[in-house]
């Protein structure tokens, strides 16, 4: 129990963050269907239901982005956007960059868990109103 504390405790503010990107998200796409058109509350419920699983599948593939990233998998942009002298003048390569990198990696960061959580949350969402919505 006191993991699972620890971990909203470290990464309470992934959490905000991406819950309001997905409320963001949500209202932009629901409000973008409603102008000018006359809807009623059943209607309505399905552009948050739309809304919300766009919202989870962007938040999930944010996730999933995090995941690659923790991998290594973009360190080619980062070592090109700073690359860093060393000591006597020369120029880190690629391959001493990455082992440094490796190293620095030593233990396994889950703050990508945060982006399947809100996702997650979203996604239950949207199910549940696509199966109380009559069809």
Known sequence: MSAIRSFFLK????????F?????????????????HSV??????????????IAGMVIFFIGLLAVI?????????????????KEDGTKENYTEYVERKRESRTHFNLGFLSYF?????????????YFLLPH
Do not use: E, P
């Open 11 to 18: 990464n309470y503010i992934r959490l905000i963050v991406a």
């Open 117 to 129: 959580i809100i996702s997650t949350c979203f996604l239950i969402f949207s199910f549940v109103i």
């Open 40 to 53: 009623n509350a059943w209607a309505n419920l399905s552009y948050y239901r739309d809304g919300a699983f």
């Open 69 to 85: 990233s923790q991998f290594g998998a973009f360190d080619i942009f980062s070592f090109y956007a700073g690359r860093k002298r």
């Open 20 to 36: 309001a990107i997905g409320l963001i998200l949500m209202t932009i796409y629901n409000f973008s269907y409603q102008f000018g």
